[in-house]
């Protein structure tokens, strides 16, 4: 299994450009989320679904889309970049059930000039 | 509302000696769940120990304990016997609704040899 994937690893984006953080996990996981960690601060959660077809927002939406058409895939849509964007960015999957802990991908390092 | 707290923005421990990292949280559900994780300078989040809140025993993980005193409201990590790859970002999080986590700020634990 390669867990969870993220892609691309680092990026640089200009104000007012839209991209999308691509995340992928191959461990048949239902809860897929997003996380963004800002330099010496713990994650705050942006968006995250139970399953496919179903997403709900977290602490910190504002700025972001997603999507969860399979089970597999959990896309971060950025739709006009800002320079308070600036984060590092976490995909997290979990089995369901309250117990089990989530399973991080590596990051996606984002920069917004 | 939940929240989590880490008091102590950097620690330092001896090689082989323990440690203690405190952790504070604040939620009014009966039925919660406590996670303790570590981000060393790579920057992957790494799982290390889990706490029900009815768990009537401490967790324990190799060499990571959790001292769980639920009428403080608190949950601590010690790590026993320290090693130099223990250097690294220490999180504590809380489980919310729809089971994702509310992550404290974080402890950097710095290993001298």
């Known amino acids: 299994n390669a867990g969870v994937t993220q892609t691309p690893k680092f990026q640089v984006l200009k104000t007012g450009q839209s991209m999308t953080l691509q995340c992928a996990q191959d461990?048949?996981?239902?809860?897929m989320s997003w996380y963004r960690q800002d330099p010496g601060m713990g994650l705050r959660l942006i968006h995250y679904?139970?399953?496919?077809?179903?997403?709900d927002q977290g602490e910190v939406p504002n700025g972001y889309n997603v999507s969860r058409s399979t089970t597999e895939d959990f896309p971060l849509r950025l739709l006009s970049a800002a320079p308070s964007q600036t984060s590092v960015y976490f995909c997290?999957?979990?089995?369901?059930?309250?117990?089990?802990?989530?399973?991080f991908g590596p990051g996606t390092r984002l920069t917004v000039t | 509302a939940q929240k989590i707290t880490q008091t102590q923005p950097g620690m330092f421990v001896q090689e082989k000696e323990a440690v203690t990292l405190d952790c504070t949280y604040d939620?009014?559900?009966?039925?919660?769940?406590l996670f303790w994780y570590k981000q060393p300078s790579s920057g992957e989040m790494i799982f290390l120990i889990y706490q029900g809140s009815y768990d009537q025993q401490n967790a324990t993980e190799g060499r990571y304990s959790l001292n769980f005193q639920k009428a403080r409201k608190s949950a601590n990590l010690v790590i026993s016997a320290s090693q130099l790859g223990d250097s690294a970002m220490y999180f504590c999080?809380?489980?919310?609704?729809?089971?994702?986590?509310?992550f404290g700020g974080g402890t950097r634990l710095m290993v001298k040899p």
């Open positions: 679904s139970v399953g496919a077809g179903i997403t």
């Open positions: 999080a809380m489980r919310k609704a729809g089971n994702m986590l509310t």
């Open positions: 997290a999957s979990k089995i369901g059930g309250a117990s089990y802990e989530q399973y």
């Open positions: 939620t009014s559900d009966p039925s919660y769940g």
């Open positions: 461990m048949n996981h239902e809860y």
